[in-house]
């Protein structure tokens, strides 16, 4: 019997519309209830704040509306400051869950007493869903392997808030690279749940699918904030490229 810890989904929102439905519906039908959602909107100029009325009334439903554009980094460590359970999942709001992917998640992670974990994802390109792809991802990670591979979606991560202690996501292209090797630098193990997934969709306006501007963000951030050198930075952007390239092909 899973033990019913309290789970902090943080769900920043820019322009995300047209999925939002989608993303809070496949939480909020998830088998494992105890949960509360903070959704954070990046002063979005469509009609995301319309969408977002409609669960305004929701108990377990948090949502802030900024002021001003301040990009990911700033709503993802917002919501992280204003939630306070033992459990932190992470959710982008133009992907979404199955049903049971919590349940499955937790499940793992409390009888094997993990601190950090993620799944697979089954990646689509726009709204193709006919079309979607499972990744087979390593058994876990840790930081020389993240390094080379890098494949982690941060909608599928789940991890104690505990390990976070002064690590923030800070605010560079690929925040969500940064945060995941800050946390593996330090010794983290994560490790990968088998038999449940995330919807991981790709779009125009997603920062991976331009892969040379996705590369070079990866370098800087490798250089300037992994303190990697010349050769090491290089074997890891050719790695994550080649990974990359097996994975989604040229599209």
């Not at 989608?22 to 002063?43: A, E, M, P, R």
């Not at 976070?164 to 593996?184: G, M, R, T």
Request: proline share 2%.
């Amino acid at each position: 019997m899973v033990k019913q810890q309290a789970i902090d989904i943080i769900i920043p929102n820019y322009n995300k519309a047209k999925y939002l439905n989608h993303c809070l519906s496949s939480i909020i039908s998830q088998t494992y209830k105890n949960w509360k959602i903070y959704l954070i909107d990046d002063n979005s100029i469509d009609n995301s704040k319309e969408i977002l009325s409609k669960y305004q009334n929701f108990d377990n439903i948090n949502i802030f509306i900024l002021d001003e554009n301040k990009g990911p980094a700033y709503c993802r460590n917002f919501g992280i400051k204003n939630s306070n359970s033992e459990l932190i999942a992470f959710m982008d709001s133009d992907d979404f869950w199955p049903n049971d992917k919590l349940e499955k998640q937790i499940n793992v992670m409390q009888k094997n007493n993990y601190n950090f974990t993620y799944t697979d994802f089954c990646f689509f390109f726009n709204d193709d869903l006919d079309k979607k792809r499972m990744t087979n991802l390593p058994l876990s990670y840790d930081y020389t392997s993240f390094l080379k591979h890098s494949s982690m979606s941060t909608s599928s991560i789940l991890i104690k808030r505990d390990i976070l202690d002064s690590i923030v996501f800070k605010n560079v292209n690929h925040e969500d690279y940064l945060f995941k090797c800050d946390l593996l630098r330090r010794g983290v193990l994560a490790q990968k749940v088998e038999g449940t997934y995330v919807f991981y969709r790709i779009n125009k306006e997603n920062r991976s699918s331009n892969k040379i501007k996705n590369l070079l963000s990866l370098w800087t951030i490798n250089k300037t904030k992994n303190n990697l050198n010349f050769l090491a930075n290089l074997k890891s952007i050719f790695f994550i490229g080649l990974n990359s390239l097996k994975k989604y092909g040229w599209k």
